[in-house]
C-alpha cells in the first residue's frame, strides 16, 4: 500500500480531511486501523488515538509500526470500539466494505462518537468506471441501479454501496454532511470518502 503512488495519494487526501475536520487535540477511534499507518499520522498531529483492528496479521505489524506510540501512550489499542469514547471514527480503505449490513454498525458507533462529532469512511466507489473493464462490474450494474449495492462473489464478500444506502444506514443516529468526490468525479476516482455527523 506504501509502495502505490495512487493509494498514498488516496491517503494522504484522507488524513488531510480528517486532520482538517477534527478540534485541536481531540481523540479519534482509527477503526480497522490495519498496519496503523493513519493512527501514527494522528498522533503525531497531537490526537489522543485509539485503534481497533480484529486481524490479528494486522494487529501484529500495527504494534510493531507505531510501538513508541505505543508506549507513550498517544496511541492506545481497543478490543471493542465501545472501550472508548471520541470525537471521531476513520475507517480508511474500504473498512466498511467488508460489512454487508452497516445498520448495527452505525448504532453502535453511535455509543462511540460524541455529540457532533463524526465519522470519516473512505469506501470503494461503485460507479468507478476504471472497473467497467471487470465482469463483476458489468454483472452487477443493474443491482447498483435498482437497490444500490452489490456484492462480488470472491472469497473475502466486499460488498458496494451507493452513498444513499449508507446514509440510510447511518440514521437516524448520524447524517451524511458530505461526499467527496460528487457529480462525474463518482466516474472517475476509486475510492469516495463520506462524512457523517453524529446527530
Known amino acids: 500500500m506504501q509502495a502505490s503512488p495512487r493509494d498514498r495519494a488516496v491517503r494522504d487526501r484522507f488524513q ?3 486532520l482538517d475536520l477534527l ?3 481531540a481523540d479519534v477511534l482509527d477503526f480497522g486501523a490495519g498496519t496503523g499507518i493513519d493512527a501514527k499520522a494522528y498522533a503525531a498531529s497531537g ?3 485509539f485503534v481497533y483492528e480484529p486481524s ?4 501484529e505489524y500495527l504494534a510493531r509500526h507505531c510501538r513508541d506510540e505505543i508506549a507513550r501512550k498517544t496511541i492506545v489499542a481497543v478490543a471493542s470500539p465501545l472501550a472508548c469514547k471520541v470525537q471521531a471514527v476513520t475507517a480508511n480503505f474500504a473498512v466498511l466494505n467488508h460489512f454487508a449490513d452497516h445498520a448495527a454498525l452505525f448504532e453502535e458507533l453511535s455509543r ?3 455529540q457532533g462529532g463524526f465519522v470519516l469512511a473512505s469506501m470503494l466507489n461503485p460507479y468507478y468506471l476504471g472497473d467497467a473493464r471487470y465482469g463483476w462490474w458489468r454483472a452487477n450494474v443493474m443491482n447498483l441501479v435498482r437497490s444500490g449495492r452489490y456484492a462480488i462473489d470472491s472469497e473475502s464478500r466486499i460488498h458496494r454501496f451507493a452513498p444513499r444506502v449508507v446514509a440510510r444506514a447511518a440514521a437516524p443516529y448520524f447524517r451524511l454532511e ?3 468526490p460528487r457529480g462525474l468525479g463518482l466516474a472517475v476516482h476509486p475510492y469516495m470518502f463520506l462524512l457523517f455527523r453524529r446527530i
Request: aromatic share 0%; hydrophobic share 45%; glycine share 10%.
Open 16 to 18: 488531510k480531511m480528517a
Open 23 to 25: 478540534p485541536a487535540g
Open 47 to 49: 490526537h489522543p488515538t
Open 56 to 59: 490479528p496479521a494486522m494487529g
Open 112 to 114: 462511540v462518537v460524541r
Open 178 to 180: 458530505r461526499l467527496v
